[in-house]
């Protein structure tokens, strides 16, 4: 996965950059359909959604660890605590399962 991460860098910076710089450089006038502007919006978003999803499995040494931390970060997140919380929250429940169950 070391080799790949560049790789994954890389596009996400291409995809994220490419979308904000392409309205503004091809069209002139506003869009106003909803549809592309909303495209326009959510797809960095996604990209890098689906682009960290499965690291979240990958990079822990059992799966609950990570499936732990990942329900814990979206609740946390859905109840407006900031970055820094939830990170460091989803950090120290892969450490604490990990710890049990990797003995």
């Known amino acids: 996965m070391n080799g790949n991460i560049w790789i994954y ?3 996400a910076f291409g995809v ?3 979308i904000r710089v392409l309205p ?3 069209f002139k006038k506003p ?3 909803r549809f592309v502007r909303s495209f326009l919006h959510y797809a960095p978003y996604v ?3 689906l682009m960290t999803f499965p690291a979240i499995f990958e990079s822990t040494q059992i799966v609950w660890s990570g499936l732990a931390a990942l329900v814990a970060g979206v609740v946390m997140a859905y109840f407006g605590l900031g970055l820094p919380v ?3 929250s989803c950090c120290s429940i892969v450490f604490v399962v990990e710890l049990i ?3």
């Open 31 to 33: 869009i106003k359909n």
């Open 47 to 49: 990209t890098l959604a």
């Open 24 to 26: 503004l450089t091809i």
């Open 9 to 11: 860098i890389l596009v």
């Open 16 to 18: 994220s950059y490419l």
């Open 86 to 88: 939830v990170a460091l």
């Open 101 to 103: 169950f990797c003995r």
